[in-house]
């Protein structure tokens, strides 16, 4: 990416964006990995407390089931060249009282459509959570993050939803393993062919 590629000149913007900083207990650190040549995108929630630390998007136990999910390796996954990470929300918005809170509502409509813009060769896009399928899939399509996950198939093109994977998707992956008998077999497929086109 040269310098003068207008992705790049976005990044910088959305890496020094102060927007939500009165919203921000720990403070503003948006995360996002992107580049022009990226050919799957990963739209996941907002970054969490180790995530805010060290900067680095999906650094902690639920990015590492996310690449387990995907069968991505760590240098894979860390490639802008191939995979661009979106979160609804860039910037941790600290812990409330079942969890993370939910991304600031501001962020996606500031960024996203910009940042989409920019990325021109993305064939399959990951929807991991609610909050992602929330703005992505018609009422229709995610009656509920389960019903979603699982009616996969009919998605439009190139859109894939995902629960979330932090520590509770074991329990939901205990309570249905369709998920991992029938939905990563078919997930990893269609990210080697978005990767390999």
Avoid: N
């Avoid at 180790?50 to 900067?55: C, E, K, L, P, Q």
């Avoid at 490639?79 to 009282?97: H, I, R, T, W």
């Avoid at 500031?110 to 989409?116: A, G, I, Q, T």
Wanted: charged share 20%; proline share 11%; glycine share 10%.
């Amino acid at each position: 990416m040269s310098a003068k590629d207008p992705l790049d000149a976005l990044l910088t913007e959305i890496r020094a964006c102060r927007h939500c900083e009165a919203h921000l207990p720990h403070g503003p650190c948006p995360i996002v990995q992107a580049s022009r040549g990226a050919g799957v995108l990963i739209i996941g929630q907002a970054p969490g407390s180790r995530v805010h630390a060290s900067g680095v998007p999906w650094d902690d136990d639920s990015g590492d089931r996310l690449r387990d999910w995907t069968g991505l390796t760590r240098e894979a996954f860390y490639d802008p060249g191939q995979v661009a990470l979106m979160p609804m929300g860039f910037c941790y918005p600290g812990k409330g009282s079942g969890g993370d809170l939910p991304p600031r509502p501001e962020c996606a409509p500031l960024w996203h459509e910009r940042l989409l813009d920019g990325l021109p060769e993305v064939r399959l896009t990951l929807l991991v959570g609610q909050y992602a399928q929330k703005a992505w899939l018609a009422p229709k399509l995610r009656k509920s993050m389960t019903a979603a996950v699982r009616g996969y198939a009919d998605m439009p093109d190139g859109l894939f939803p995902l629960p979330h994977p932090a520590w509770r998707s074991r329990l939901w992956m205990a309570k249905h393993p369709w998920y991992e008998a029938e939905v990563l077999p078919v997930l990893r497929e269609r990210i080697a062919a978005a990767l390999s086109a």
